[in-house]
């Protein structure tokens, strides 16, 4: 069946470095890839997305890169702070919004 | 935000017993939709709604049912609750159904005992 695999599950980076986490999926037919970032208590809140119709997007310290041929797409966060702290989730769909699958996670911590 | 309000937030039933969870829409969005978390698992859909009275189940539907009566309200029935539904519960919307991106709320903590 579909499925979208998100590796690491925990990542550990010191404030300032960067963190990149990485997803891959399975059904080709998916051309939409939404980020969220979950904060403890809270829901998942959309932080970044990218259509199939581009490999690259920005938005001040988050980039998420697109690789179609491969299934392969990552977050990129740069000057990591401490308020990155957080539960980040990939996800990828197809033409109904009902079909987004999610990846497992990341639990990215951010040590002053 | 989105307006997504849930209730209740937070909740410990017994074995067996009923539970409703609701979730109520400002944003006239079309579809909705009840996710569960659990650890390992990230987010599974239980059960959504692309109109009022239409549903359809999800990957993990089973012990569940919902109900749609107006475009803003969705409803979460456990109808005979069980431990391994202890769970955060997630209602999300979205405006369409191609691509369109999900908006969560805040969560519904149940725990079965």
């Known amino acids: 069946g579909e499925n979208v695999e998100q590796h690491p599950s925990t990542l550990s980076v010191q404030e300032g470095d960067s963190a990149v986490i990485k997803c891959t999926y399975s059904?080709?037919?998916?051309?939409?890839f939404p980020w969220y970032k979950q904060e403890l208590g809270k829901g998942p809140q959309l932080i970044i997305d990218?259509?199939?119709?581009?490999g690259e997007k920005k938005d001040q310290r988050i980039a998420v890169t697109l690789n179609k041929t491969a299934k392969h797409f990552s977050l990129h966060i740069t000057e990591t702070q401490p308020e990155d702290s957080a539960v980040y989730f990939c996800?990828?769909?197809?033409?109904?919004?009902?079909?987004?699958?999610f990846g497992a996670g990341t639990r990215l911590f951010v040590k002053a | 935000d989105a307006g997504i309000t849930q209730s209740p937030r937070h909740k410990v039933t017994e074995t067996g017993t009923p539970v409703t969870l609701r979730c109520h829409q400002t944003?006239?969005?079309?579809?909705m939709y009840w996710y569960r978390q659990d650890p390992g698992h990230g987010l599974r859909l239980i059960h959504y709604?692309?109109?009022?009275?239409?549903?359809d189940k999800g990957e993990v539907s089973d012990g569940y049912s919902v109900s749609r009566s107006k475009t803003e309200d969705f409803l979460l029935t456990l109808e005979s609750a069980t431990s391994s539904q202890t769970s955060v519960y997630f209602c999300?919307?979205?405006?369409?159904?191609?691509?369109?991106?999900?908006?969560f709320g805040e969560g519904s903590w149940l725990t079965v005992v």
């Open positions: 944003e006239n969005h079309r579809y």
């Open positions: 999300a919307i979205s405006e369409g159904h191609s691509g369109n991106t999900i908006y």
């Open positions: 990218i259509r199939s119709n581009v």
């Open positions: 709604s692309y109109g009022v009275k239409d549903t």
């Open positions: 059904d080709s037919a998916s051309n939409y």
């Open positions: 996800a990828a769909s197809s033409t109904g919004g009902f079909k987004t699958i």
